[in-house]
């Protein structure tokens, strides 16, 4: 079995590499070659386990994430939300490798929006905006630059001056793209001017004014993944040109900004697409400059399988990680 640290999965795979593997899970989950069970989770005495499996019909690719929610584990000196994911191979259901969950969720999850963004995204967009800097942020950020060449990106958040420390580290982290990272108070000024909008936050209330939204814009909804979380704008939902899930049965079911929009008949469930349907025809894209396109998500253990044993062939071709 072989054992991928987070440090091991950057050496031997890319944003980009993540992207492309993204935009090939979903088209997969669309056309329903795969198979996702419902999630397992089991309440303990101390905290939560989730198992996640997925299983990729035509290739035969199997695995299932790990994730625990223990609160007090800090005080031990471990993460509060430890995550694994193990790969099977498909020719003896033997695991044969063991990934970091918690870098696979992070990498896949600005992967996939990466995927909306180049698929959505105006070809000259120039300039975005970034609002929350918690786990999943440097992602999202990563992604964004890895398919447009932006000139700006604005970096917004509640705590000042977490945003302001996430601004000083992302500039020397992605120092080789060149691309204008700062800090802004004004949100409102940086939405109304933003080609790209990525919200990535667990807020319960909108975090961004939908009517400074300018015609051609494309907005990401990342973070929001419970029925209780807002973070879109209902006019953004309604007025959008395009609207994409990373997948139906997860948004409908999880996501409360776009759920309450649906329920209050703004939108129905049939102006949705899924992210695979544009895999498989582009046509389905962005069809003018002017269009407001609107992407959610809120995870599939489809991109964690996936991704998974991709990174773990290219690991294995690379000579990286250790054997157990």
């Known amino acids: 079995m072989l054992i991928l640290t987070a440090k091991d999965i950057e050496k031997c795979y890319t944003m980009k590499a993540a992207i492309a593997a993204d935009k090939q899970a979903l088209k ?3 056309q329903g070659n795969s198979d996702v069970p419902l999630r397992i989770n089991f309440d303990m005495q101390k905290g939560q386990c989730l198992f996640m499996p997925a299983h990729i019909k035509g290739s035969d690719i199997v695995g299932i994430k790990i994730v625990s929610v223990f609160p007090n584990n800090p005080k031990l000196g471990k993460p509060s939300v430890p995550a694994q994911v193990l790969m099977l191979d498909p020719q003896t259901g033997e695991v044969c490798a063991m990934l970091d969950g918690t870098f696979v969720t992070q990498l896949r999850t600005g992967a996939v929006q990466g995927a909306a ?3 959505l995204a105006r070809k000259d967009a120039s300039r975005a905006v970034l609002i929350g800097t918690g ?3 440097v ?8 398919v447009r060449p932006l000139t700006d990106v604005a970096i917004f958040d509640i705590d000042f ?3 302001k420390q996430f601004t000083i580290d992302m500039k020397h982290h992605f120092s080789h793209f060149s691309t204008n990272l700062y800090f802004s108070q004004n949100l409102d000024e940086e939405i109304s001017q933003a080609d790209i909008i990525t919200s990535v936050t667990t807020s319960k209330v909108v975090t961004f004014n939908g009517d400074k939204v300018k015609p051609g814009t494309h907005i990401n909804g990342i973070g929001a993944y419970t029925p209780h979380m807002h973070e879109i704008p209902e006019v953004i939902v309604k007025n959008a040109n395009i609207r994409v899930l990373d997948t139906k049965e997860g948004v409908l079911a999880e996501a409360g900004d776009i759920i309450d929009p649906i329920k209050q008949k703004l939108v129905s469930k049939n102006d949705f697409l899924e992210l695979g349907d544009l895999v498989q ?3 389905l894209c962005r069809q003018n400059d002017q269009q407001i396109t609107l992407f959610k998500t809120v995870g599939t253990a489809v991109l964690d399988v996936y991704i998974g044993y991709d990174i773990y062939l290219k690991a294995k071709e690379k000579g990286i990680g250790t054997y157990l």
Request: hydrophobic share 40%.
């Open 135 to 137: 786990g999943q942020a």
């Open 281 to 283: 025809n582009p046509m």
């Open 117 to 119: 963004t180049d698929l």
């Open 161 to 163: 001056q977490k945003a």
């Open 28 to 30: 997969i989950y669309t």
């Open 139 to 146: 992602s999202q950020l990563e992604a964004m630059l890895t």
